[in-house]
């Protein structure tokens, strides 16, 4: 079965930066676009950045010049990169395998905790 695990999530204070990692396995083909969210409490999942399988990349405007999404085909994992991290980036991060084989799946992570605190 595909399984999606994230890690790297921690407590930083603001203007810090943390490194998250996203690993699938399970994985029977080429996964596609991966993606990663976040939610914070009390806050609806919203989108964070997308990268599809070529490279291309895509962020929300919240975390534009300041995060970095990239992967690792041959090892179906993604990262992201956060710099200049703000208390308001406090949140659950989530990474998505969002197709497989151009098939659309969801496969979600359990989520790695990033608080951005003094």
């Known amino acids: 079965q595909v399984q999606v695990v994230e890690f790297g999530g921690g407590l930083v204070q603001p203007r810090g930066s943390l490194r998250l990692n996203c690993a699938a396995s399970?994985?029977?083909?080429?996964?596609?676009?991966m993606g990663w969210y976040r939610q914070a409490p009390g806050k609806q999942r919203e989108f964070v950045a997308l990268i599809a399988r070529g490279g291309d990349t895509n962020y929300a405007d919240a975390v534009k010049g300041r995060f970095t999404i990239s992967r690792d085909n041959a090892k179906n994992t993604v990262y992201l990169q956060t710099n200049s991290l703000k208390p308001e980036d406090t949140a659950v991060y989530y990474c998505?395998?969002?197709?497989?084989?151009?098939?659309?799946?969801?496969?979600w992570g359990q989520g790695t905790q990033v608080t951005v605190s003094t």
């Open positions: 399970g994985i029977i083909g080429s996964i596609n676009d």
């Open positions: 998505n395998v969002i197709a497989i084989n151009r098939v659309r799946t969801g496969y």
